[in-house]
């Protein structure tokens, strides 16, 4: 029922900012820790950040001090902001539950390149 769709990726150059959304078509309920993830051609896909309904969050070490997860749940939307990007964060990033998660998305192309 619920489906999520990522958007907000591009090409920016290093030390560079996108912030990305997750927009439900629905209410998102059930399991309400969300995750932003990100995977790299021929890596796995690694969880990035998560964030409760209460609004704590937990980051990668990779992007810790550097990306700020958040949700809106008036706007039933979830955000990554991406700042001082560097090219190892180049990736498809997806949204989805941390747990129970539902099926994946297409993701949004985070390209870090001078």
């Known amino acids: 029922q619920v489906q999520l769709a990522e958007s907000g990726g591009g090409l920016v150059q290093p030390g560079g900012s996108l912030r990305l959304s997750c927009a439900a078509s629905?209410?998102?309920?059930?399991?309400?820790?969300m995750a932003w993830y990100r995977q790299a051609p021929g890596k796995q896909r690694d969880v990035v950040a998560f964030?409760?309904?209460?609004?704590?969050?937990n980051y990668a070490d990779s992007v810790k001090g550097r990306f700020t997860i958040s949700r809106d749940n008036a706007k039933n939307t979830v955000y990554l902001q991406m700042n001082s990007l560097k090219p190892e964060d180049t990736a498809v990033y997806y949204c989805?539950?941390?747990?129970?998660?539902?099926?994946w998305g297409q993701g949004t192309q985070v390209t870090v390149s001078s």
């Open positions: 989805n539950f941390l747990y129970g998660e539902i099926s």
């Open positions: 629905g209410r998102i309920f059930g399991f309400n820790v």
């Open positions: 964030i409760t309904s209460g609004g704590s969050t």
